[in-house]
């Protein structure tokens, strides 16, 4: 089992930044995929950005060149730091691990852009 547990959400100014964190306990040198997704009112989950263990990266069109996804050597934390924020980017952001098998969702954090 692996648990996630998001932070670093708030109420940001559009152009401001953000970095969010995503601290992971119990199975996670099983993860072979961490990644952050959203979700804004009335529209589906999506990807934002994603980061494997060999430490390839993939982004979000919308995100490109805005957002960096890293994690620590100890691969326990991934961080998302998100510049030039748009109020588009309003949503709830959620860490996600998978191991191959399973999938596993943090609780989420809420990020508000302000025009």
């Known amino acids: 089992q692996v648990q996630l547990v998001e932070s670093g959400g708030g109420l940001v100014q559009a152009g401001g930044s953000l970095r969010l964190s995503c601290a992971a306990s119990?199975?996670?040198?099983?993860?072979?995929?961490m990644g952050w997704y959203r979700q804004a009112p009335g529209k589906q989950r999506e990807l934002v950005a994603a980061?494997?263990?060999?430490?390839?990266?993939n982004y979000a069109d919308s995100v490109k060149g805005r957002f960096t996804i890293s994690r620590n050597n100890a691969k326990t934390t991934v961080f998302l730091q998100m510049n030039s924020l748009k109020p588009e980017d309003t949503a709830v952001y959620y860490c996600?691990?998978?191991?191959?098998?399973?999938?596993?969702w943090g609780q989420g954090t809420q990020v508000t852009v302000s025009s």
């Open positions: 996600r691990g998978d191991d191959g098998l399973f999938e596993f």
């Open positions: 119990g199975s996670i040198f099983s993860l072979n995929v």
């Open positions: 980061i494997t263990s060999g430490g390839s990266t």
